[in-house]
Every structure is written in structure tokens, then in C-alpha cells.
Nanobody, 123 residues
């Protein structure tokens, strides 16, 4: 059974940094796109970043470009999201997902999801 487990969320001040991790199990995911999405309270889930299977193809939402970096370690079946210069508007539950498509911004392209990890940025 495919399982994704996110970790690394927490409470951070504006301008601080957090590093999220997402570990996949149940399948080898080295040939799949992995992505991060987030959902703030009362809002729809939105795309944050995605990375192709060989790490050579990445995509970022404009709101996080230059502040967040997505990376992956296929040997560990893990994808990371390094978040720097955090802002209060980054507060959300962050989810990782797996897709058979090229790095995609559409959550319908992601078949498996983790349970999410809460990120809260105080002003």
C-alpha cells in the first residue's frame, strides 16, 4: 500500500526557515513527479512546487519562487521543501503528492497524498 508521510512543520516567525520532508513507502517512486501543495484555513488547496523524477525539472508557484526550494533523494524515496524567508501568508497545511505526469500544478494529476503537516508563521 502506498503511503506518504510528511514531517517538519511547526511554528516559525516571519523571516524564518523550515524544512519539510515527505517519505514515500510501498513503491519505488524514483520515476514519478513529486509535488507540494498547501491549504490554508477556508481556502482551496494550491500548488507550491513540484519536481520531476530526475530532479532536472522543477516548477514553483510565483508566491514562493526564490524563497522555497524543492529537492528529492530517490535513494531514500524522500522529497524535501526548504522554506526560507517565511511569511504569515505561508501559513497552511502542507501536503505532498505523487504524480505520473511531468511536474504539474494541478492536484488532479496527483494520485497519492500524505496526511499533511501544519506550518504556522507568526508575524
Amino acid at each position: 500500500q502506498v503511503q506518504l508521510v510528511e514531517s517538519g512543520g511547526g511554528l516559525e516567525r516571519t523571516g524564518g526557515s523550515l524544512r519539510l520532508s515527505c517519505v514515500a513507502s510501498g513503491r519505488t517512486f524514483s520515476s514519478y513527479t513529486m509535488g507540494w501543495f498547501r491549504q490554508a484555513l477556508g481556502k482551496e488547496r494550491e500548488f507550491v512546487a513540484a519536481i520531476g523524477w530526475n530532479s532536472g525539472n522543477t516548477d514553483y508557484a510565483d508566491s514562493v519562487k526564490g524563497r522555497f526550494t524543492i529537492s528529492r533523494d530517490n535513494a531514500k524515496n524522500t522529497v524535501y521543501l526548504q522554506m526560507n524567508s517565511l511569511k504569515p501568508e505561508d501559513t497552511a497545511v502542507y501536503y505532498c503528492g505523487i504524480s505520473a505526469f511531468d511536474p504539474s500544478r494541478y492536484d488532479v494529476h496527483y494520485r497519492y497524498w500524505g496526511q499533511g503537516t501544519q506550518v504556522t508563521v507568526s508575524s
